[in-house]
């Protein structure tokens, strides 16, 4: 299954430590993108709130601002009798004026 996910979008799973999408929002940064989309549903929407706060106050201090953070509901089929609904979480961030 090919989605076709653009190279500014980085997405949060449980699996990874917070501190390991650092890098990959700097990588993108450094690669001259103007906009950075980190994306995340369910459990995760706490580490991409934690993440952006970690960005924009120690990491990325004065590089990054956040210009806009989308919230979204998707409905997930979990067997043929049960849908669920999940809250999905994408803050996009842009480069600042600061640099």
Do not use: F
Request: proline fraction near 3%; aromatic fraction near 6%.
């Amino acid at each position: 299954m090919d989605r076709n996910i653009p190279d500014n979008v980085i997405y949060i799973s449980r699996t990874r430590p917070l501190t390991d999408y650092v890098i990959p929002v700097m990588s993108i940064y450094n690669s001259g993108a103007e906009r950075i989309i980190v994306k995340s549903r369910g459990s995760c929407n706490n580490s991409n709130l934690s993440l952006s706060q970690y960005l924009m106050n120690k990491a990325m201090r004065n590089m990054l601002k956040i210009a806009k953070v989308d919230v979204w509901t998707e409905q997930l089929k979990i067997n043929e009798q049960k849908t669920i609904n999940v809250t999905c979480l994408a803050v996009i961030y842009e480069r600042s004026d600061h640099e």
